[in-house]
């Protein structure tokens, strides 16, 4: 499967630095890892509870959550297989910055767009990074890990901007998932590269 930033719609590649850090903090990336595959699910939860009147939502989200929370046990696994600890979550410096960008004062329809939408981005930068992590590290089998789950966040960010056509006027969706790239390509270049996230 071939992935670029110009599939993914993101502005700006990841600093290339960044998988030479990773490279010396495998165990730190794993466990932010699996803290970024829980948000992920409970965030979809977060979202079905929030509009449970939205049936096509409902019914999308709720494999989706069951695959996130599939990852996340996988990535346990990897972390005991290695004999490393969960040890506590660690602040994703990245995607507060991003939920920060959520019109959610009074503005239901707003806030629903700007939730699917930034999810969107967000599996569209780990889709990114999953594919520099399958195709820099020297472990095969967590090359081949990584290759698995870049495919499968590469359907939900697809997911997650054709839900939001659903629900509201395309040329907003796409209006404001412009605006959305760019500022989250901002983002990106006000954040140090560390070896320890994810994102």
């Known amino acids: 499967m071939a992935l670029s930033l110009t599939t993914l ?15 010396m903090q495998l165990d730190e990336i794993l466990i932010d890892h699996a803290y970024c595959e829980q948000k992920a699910a409970s965030t979809c939860i977060s979202m079905i509870v ?9 019914e999308t989200l709720a494999p989706i959550v069951a695959e996130e929370w599939g990852h996340f046990q996988r990535v ?13 979550q660690r602040k ?21 767009l700007d ?33 698995e789950l870049m495919i499968s966040e590469a359907g939900h ?3 997650f901007i054709e839900l939001a056509e659903k629900y509201l006027p395309v040329e907003e969706v796409r209006a404001r998932w412009k605006e959305l790239l760019h500022q989250e390509a901002e983002i990106m270049r006000s954040l140090t590269p560390r070896g320890d996230r994810i994102h």
Not at 76 to 87: A, C, D, F, S, Y
Not at 93 to 112: F, I, S
Request: hydrophobic share 35%.
């Open 9 to 23: 719609g993101l502005e700006l590649p990841t600093d290339p630095r960044w998988t030479d850090i990773v490279a």
């Open 50 to 58: 929030h509009y449970p009147e939205k049936t096509e939502l409902v």
């Open 76 to 88: 346990l696994k990897e972390l005991k297989r290695r004999n490393i600890p969960l040890g506590r």
């Open 92 to 112: 994703d410096e990245y995607v507060g910055q991003l939920m920060k960008l959520v019109r959610n004062k009074g503005d239901y329809e707003g806030a629903l």
């Open 115 to 147: 939730r699917l939408l930034i999810s969107g981005l967000i599996e569209a930068r780990s889709c990114e990074r999953f594919k520099l992590l399958s195709e820099s590290l020297e472990d095969e089998s967590l090359q081949k890990f990584y290759r």
């Open 157 to 159: 960010y697809r997911t």
